[in-house]
C-alpha cells in the first residue's frame, strides 16, 4: 500500500473509533445522585479540532445526562427526594464551563399506560424540570423542554422498567 493511501486508511479508521467512542459521551447516571462535577464533565462540549470535520457525526457525539428523577404516579411534580440531583444540575448549568451553551431537557416515560397520555406526561415533566431549574438560577431562555413519551427507552426488553422513567439533559449548543 503507498504511503498516502496509507495515510488516509490510518486516518478513516482513527475517526471511526472516534465516533464509535462518541457515544460514551452520554451518561447515564441511573438513579444515583451526580456530583456537580460529574454533571460537568457529562454535559461539556468536546473540545473541537481544527481542520478536521467528521461530517454527520454531530448526533453521534451530542453531549448529555441522563438521570433518574421521580414524580408521582401520573405527575409532573418531582419528588422531594431528587430535588438534590436537580440543584446539582443547576449548578453545574450555572457553572463557568456550561453558562454559555443551550440545553434541551427531556422527559421519558415507560410503556406503561396510553401512548397520547405518556407523550403529555413525558412533556409536563421536561416542563417541571426546567421551572425547577430556572427557580435555582438557571436563564431558563437556555433550557427548553420535550417529551418523548415511551419512544426512546433505555431497556427496551422491560418497557415498564424504572429506568425506562428518566430525565435526559442534551446540548444544544
Do not use: C
Not at 462518541?22 to 473541537?48: I, N, Y
Not at 410503556?111 to 407523550?119: A, E, F
Not at 427548553?144 to 425506562?164: S, Y
Amino acid at each position: 500500500m503507498n504511503p498516502t493511501r496509507k495515510l488516509l486508511v490510518t486516518t478513516l479508521a482513527a475517526m471511526a473509533a472516534g465516533l464509535a467512542g462518541a457515544t460514551a459521551m452520554a451518561a447515564d447516571f441511573g438513579t444515583r445522585t451526580p456530583d456537580v462535577k460529574e454533571l460537568v464533565e457529562a454535559l461539556t462540549p468536546p473540545e473541537r479540532t481544527r481542520g478536521i470535520a467528521i461530517v454527520g457525526a454531530s448526533a453521534a457525539t451530542k453531549t448529555n445526562a441522563s438521570m433518574q428523577v421521580g414524580f408521582e404516579l401520573g405527575s409532573a411534580q418531582v419528588m422531594a427526594r431528587d430535588h438534590v440531583k436537580l440543584e446539582r444540575l443547576a449548578q453545574a448549568l450555572k457553572s463557568e464551563t456550561l453558562r454559555d451553551y443551550r440545553y434541551e431537557v427531556i422527559g421519558h416515560t415507560d410503556s406503561t399506560g396510553p401512548l397520547p397520555l405518556n407523550m403529555r406526561l413525558s412533556k409536563e415533566r421536561a416542563e417541571s424540570v426546567v421551572a425547577y431549574l430556572s427557580k435555582q438560577g438557571v436563564d431558563a431562555s437556555r433550557i427548553v423542554a420535550d417529551g418523548k413519551g415511551p419512544h426512546e427507552l433505555l431497556n427496551k426488553q422491560r418497557p415498564e422498567a424504572a429506568e425506562n422513567r428518566r430525565v435526559e439533559v442534551r446540548l444544544i449548543r
